[in-house]
């Protein structure tokens, strides 16, 4: 059993925790802001994505279960292709949301949602 003092201790290491947490968190959306207004070409784009070897922290999305996070970015990649190549645009930027779902979903549900898609079934509004 604890004493007081251990838990109290620990909740203020959870605090300081969290605060750093944050402080990191908005140091990285507002470098990910910066990335994708300053990246305009794919070469540049494709080469920072290639750094990233798992999904950050989202705000959206600060709980330990990242279920919803998995499938909104798995939504945003379809998203984005669509409305790119509906424009003629290069769809690159769109391979960041890619990396992140792939990072965060499981192998089965991403096959089943592609194979809902192929049929027409797919839930999701793309």
């Known amino acids: 059993v604890l004493g007081a003092s251990a838990r109290y201790h620990r909740r203020d290491q959870g605090a300081l925790w969290s605060t750093h947490t944050r402080r990191q968190l908005q140091e990285e959306l507002v470098h990910l802001q910066s990335l994708f207004e300053k990246l305009k070409m794919s070469d540049k ?12 922290f989202d705000a959206r999305f600060p709980n330990t279960n990242q279920t919803r996070n998995c499938y909104q970015n798995y939504l945003d990649f379809h998203r984005c292709n669509k409305a ?5 645009q290069d769809t690159a930027p769109c391979q960041w949301y890619r990396r992140v779902y792939k990072s ?3 192998i089965s549900w991403v096959e089943k949602w592609d194979g809902q898609l192929e049929s027409g079934s797919f839930a999701g509004r793309i």
Not at 45 to 56: C, G, L, S, V
Not at 84 to 88: D, E, F, M, P, W
Request: glycine share 0%; aromatic share 10%; net charge positive.
């Open 45 to 56: 784009f494709e080469e920072k994505i290639k750094n990233y070897r798992t999904a950050p």
């Open 104 to 106: 965060l979903c499981p």
């Open 84 to 88: 790119l190549s509906a424009k003629n």
